[in-house]
Every structure is written in structure tokens, then in C-alpha cells.
């Protein structure tokens, strides 16, 4: 079956909108882990507006399942990430002024900089996913830097109205082909939803879908443990 990442960054901004303590975010990472989620991800930006770097701390002590920590590679926060060791870390792109991460990484354009972060991360035993554009430039640069995953942007799939959702699909589709045939284990995440997972989890050998916006509205009206069910029956019904 597909592995669930749950991104928990919304649970932090809500807590941060009072600058308190409530809602507990380890408390909510321990619910989807209760409910059957494989992987708990974070989002430590630069701006730390949601996320903090003691959440990242604490969750690394408490959780049982995996802690994937989405990060710019700015060396400010690699060195947090070798300090903390998340099991998996996913390199994204990062612009302060931006509400949510906007493209995929431009792996291809610093490739040789992204090799390096890669290799350091590998020694560490921390695993490396990069978060790209289903491009086949990008997969390939990817493979090169020594990433052990590609994490597929789903965002356009997401916002494709009409004949372009199917389009979109078969972008993702494309990609995933093409990841797989280069070596690398393909995620996907952004934008999916409990209403537009289905035709994503049919991507032959898809390995982890990141949620984190759905689930969370989701929990609002049904609790936190049933949203997150409820992207596991789908998954469970749909995985190839
Ligand atoms: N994957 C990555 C790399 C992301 O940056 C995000 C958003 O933080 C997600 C998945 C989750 O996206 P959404 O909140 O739209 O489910």
C-alpha cells in the first residue's frame, strides 16, 4: 500500500496565530500516527512562521513513525537537519513572501552545489527526496545529485479544471515512469485532496503521498484521527 506522510505545519500555524501553546503539535503527530499514518511531515521554514525548531526536536524524540523534514538547503537549516537527523529530508524551494511552497526545486540548475548537500545527508544516514516539477530534466538531475526520492508536485493536477486534469495525470504518470526507470522511488504530494487521491494512487509503484491542507480542514469538521482514515481507505483501495 501507498505510505502516508501527514504535513502538520497547519496545526503550527495555528498555534503560532497566538504565539501559545494550543493546538499541541506533537499531540496532533501522535494522532495520525494512532490513526495509521506511516511518516509525519514538517516544513521547518526560514521565516519559522509555522513550525519551530523545537517541534522538530520534540518530534524527533517522541514519534515512532518516520519524521520527514521539508527544508530549503540553505546551510542555516542543513545544519539543523544533521543535528536533528530526520530520517528523510525533502529539499524544496523557498520564497519568503510565498503562502504555500509555489514550483518544484530547479534541481538541474545547482546541481552540483545539490550533489554535495545530497552526499552529506547520505553519510549522515539521512535520506534525501527532492521536490520537483514532474519534468524529465529535473528527475534526471535528481538521479545525478544521488537523491534516493523524487517527491512529484501534484499542484497542477490539483488546480487542472477539465480536459487538463487528465492531461495533468498523464504528466504525472510520465514522470513517475521515468523516475522509476532512473533509479529513483517516487512520492507524491501537494494539493491532494480526499475527493482527488484516487487517480493519483494508481501510479504504478507510487511509495508515499505527502497531505497536509486536506487533512487538516478535513479534521475541523470530522477530527484529525478520521481524516486521516480517510485518506488511508483511499489509498488502500486505489495502490496498485
Ligand atoms: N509536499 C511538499 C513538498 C509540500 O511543500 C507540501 C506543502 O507544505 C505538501 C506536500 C503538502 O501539501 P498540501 O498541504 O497541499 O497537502
Redesign the pocket.
Known amino acids: 500500500m501507498i505510505k502516508l506522510g501527514v504535513?502538520i505545519?497547519h496545526v503550527a500555524t495555528l498555534r503560532q496565530a497566538r504565539m501559545g501553546t494550543a493546538p499541541d503539535v506533537i499531540a496532533a503527530a501522535k494522532i495520525c500516527e494512532i490513526a495509521g499514518a506511516h511518516q509525519i511531515?514538517v516544513?521547518l521554514r526560514q521565516d519559522r512562521r509555522h513550525i519551530q525548531d523545537r517541534d522538530v526536536e520534540l518530534l524527533r524524540e517522541v514519534l515512532l513513525i518516520r519524521l520527514n523534514l521539508?527544508m530549503g538547503a540553505t546551510d542555516e537549516i542543513i545544519g539543523i537537519a544533521h543535528r536533528i537527523k530526520p530520517d528523510v529530508v525533502?529539499l524544496?524551494p523557498e520564497n519568503r513572501q510565498e503562502v504555500?511552497?509555489e514550483g518544484g526545486l530547479d534541481v538541474a540548475s545547482q546541481q552540483t552545489r545539490l550533489c554535495e548537500v545530497v552526499a552529506g545527508f547520505n553519510a549522515d544516514g539521512i535520506e534525501v527526496s527532492m521536490?520537483i516539477d514532474p519534468e524529465a530534466r529535473q528527475i534526471d538531475a535528481s538521479a545525478a545529485t544521488g537523491a534516493k526520492y523524487v517527491?512529484l508536485h501534484t499542484g497542477c493536477y490539483a488546480n487542472a479544471k477539465g480536459a487538463a486534469v487528465d492531461e495533468e495525470l498523464e504528466r504525472l504518470f510520465d514522470a513517475a515512469a521515468h523516475a522509476q526507470g532512473a533509479g529513483l522511488t517516487v512520492n507524491a504530494?501537494?494539493?491532494?485532496t480526499v475527493r482527488n487521491l484516487a487517480p493519483v494512487a494508481e501510479i504504478p509503484g507510487l511509495h508515499e503521498v505527502?497531505?497536509?491542507?486536506?487533512i487538516m480542514a478535513r479534521a475541523l469538521f470530522i477530527g484529525l484521527e478520521d481524516a486521516v482514515v480517510e485518506i488511508l481507505d483511499v489509498l488502500e483501495m486505489y495502490s496498485i
Open positions: 504535513n505545519d511531515t516544513h521539508e525533502c524544496v504555500t511552497t521536490f517527491e504530494g501537494h494539493g491532494l505527502n497531505i497536509g491542507h486536506d
